[in-house]
């Protein structure tokens, strides 16, 4: 099984200063993949445009976006390493947040036809018949901004009975993945049977999930039978188990659960009983997604946990 994704983040870009970030990403997507004519590809409206960069951990440009003074998304490009990692669905959320902060009803964008059903998920509507644009079809498509923002939900969360509630719901709501980060996997936690239960129909459900999982002390967790521990040892194509070795990493001694829906929980001390957890919010998600994933990619395999007779 492979590791998490590396981490990237977004930020805004200016036009003069990025222009070499921007030029690596678009000109590689539109005018070398899809044979968009470079004269095409950089126009009149650039400079005056509000532009979103998606870079990897090194910096590198990975994605674009922009806003237009039309109310329109365009140039939304993902170099093809990172497609199907959630880049484009960061930079959109960037882009539809700075429409929103900037009080505007609506927002429209030109899609390519086969990236219709990516927009219409992020609640775009389509309309008008569909047409050419630089040799490719597309549809206009509209998303409504006026109203309340989606609903998100801040709990504060007290107690192992209240951790374990909040935890089996993140759990519930997963689609595909879940990140558990707790340094001793708290029994009076995540050992609750109706917990163990819900991580069970998650890993069973037949979708290709997997649970990521990071502990301190592998060997205590052997000794201890942990009750999650006889269910990663049943489902080890779904569970994969590190160890953080590293001192710096255990000096970090928070606790993590985050699922792929954008709800998230959070002990900035595991030992403590006070946590929140975010509920409908994804880059409160992506945050401590990324956290996670760069401590996980430098722990080792808990290949004791997978032993025989825990």
Known sequence: MTGPAPA?????????RDFEA?????????????????????????????????????????????????????RMAVLAPWRGRGVATALLEALVAEARRR????????????AMPFYARAGFEAYGEEFMEAGIAHRRMRRTL?????????????????TAEVAERIVALARRELR?????????VFGRPALVEAMKRFAIAGRGGRILLLVHDAT????????????????????????VEEPVD???????????????????VAARQEG???????????????????????????????????
């Open 22 to 74: 921007l030029r690596a990403v678009r000109e590689p997507v539109f005018v070398v993949e899809q044979q968009v004519p470079i004269e095409e590809e950089w126009d009149a409206l650039d400079p005056a445009c509000f532009h979103v960069l998606a870079r990897d951990a090194a910096g590198t440009p990975i994605g674009t976006g922009r806003l237009t003074p039309e109310r329109k998304i365009g």
């Open 220 to 243: 205590a967790l052997s000794r201890q039978s942990h009750p999650l521990l006889g269910l990663l040892q049943r489902l080890p194509s779904v569970f994969e188990p590190r160890v």
């Open 276 to 310: 929140e957890a975010l509920m409908g919010h994804p880059a409160r998600a992506r945050q401590l997604a990324q956290r996670f994933d760069a401590l996980f990619e430098r722990a080792r395999p808990a290949t004791e946990l997978r032993a025989l007779g825990i």
């Open 250 to 268: 255990r000096e970090d001694s928070a606790a993590i659960l985050v699922n792929d829906r954008g709800d998230s929980w959070f002990r900035a």
């Open 8 to 16: 990237f983040r977004i930020e805004t870009a200016d036009y003069a």
């Open 103 to 114: 009080g505007w009803e609506a927002v429209s964008l030109h899609a390519q036809v086969q």
């Open 146 to 162: 006026s109203g309340p923002e989606p609903l998100r939900e801040h709990v504060a969360v007290r107690g192992a009975e209240h």
């Open 180 to 188: 558990l980060l707790s340094p001793d996997l708290d029994p009076a």
